[in-house]
């Protein structure tokens, strides 16, 4: 059972930076794939970033590429969403995501393939 926890969220303008955290409890975190997804209001949830379990292979959503960067740091068992450049089009819940695959490096943008979910957390971007 893996607990993931967001922080970071909150109110910014039009061309300003954030950077979102997800804690994740348990020892293996390193066997996770990660995942950042979105929810505009009357919208569904969409992908925005992965990051494979070693940190080496990242994929990102093209409406986010250049502006946001995925990243973890394993030994502090968390993954990070830094976010620059934000758009009014950026608001959502932003909510971090694990899956368990172990032995293999991989990425996965699919939310149903995604096992464990945090609780969300707010980016507002006003312009």
């Known amino acids: 059972q893996v607990q993931l926890v967001e922080s970071g969220g909150g109110l910014v303008q039009a061309g300003g930076s954030l950077r979102l955290s997800c804690a994740a409890s348990?020892?293996?975190?390193?066997?996770?794939?990660m995942g950042w997804f979105r929810q505009a209001p009357g919208k569904e949830r969409e992908f925005v970033a992965t990051i494979s379990g070693s940190g080496d292979t990242t994929y990102y959503a093209d409406s986010v590429k250049g502006r946001f960067t995925i990243s973890r740091d394993n030994a502090k068992n968390t993954e990070y969403l830094q976010m620059s450049s934000l758009k009014p089009e950026d608001t959502a819940v932003y909510y971090c995501?694990?899956?368990?695959?172990?032995?293999?490096?991989?990425?996965?943008?699919?939310?149903?393939?995604?096992?464990?979910w945090g609780q969300g957390t707010q980016v507002t971007v006003s312009s």
């Open positions: 348990g020892r293996t975190f390193s066997t996770y794939v």
């Open positions: 995501a694990a899956v368990w695959k172990p032995f293999r490096d991989i990425v996965t943008i699919r939310s149903d393939e995604y096992r464990y």
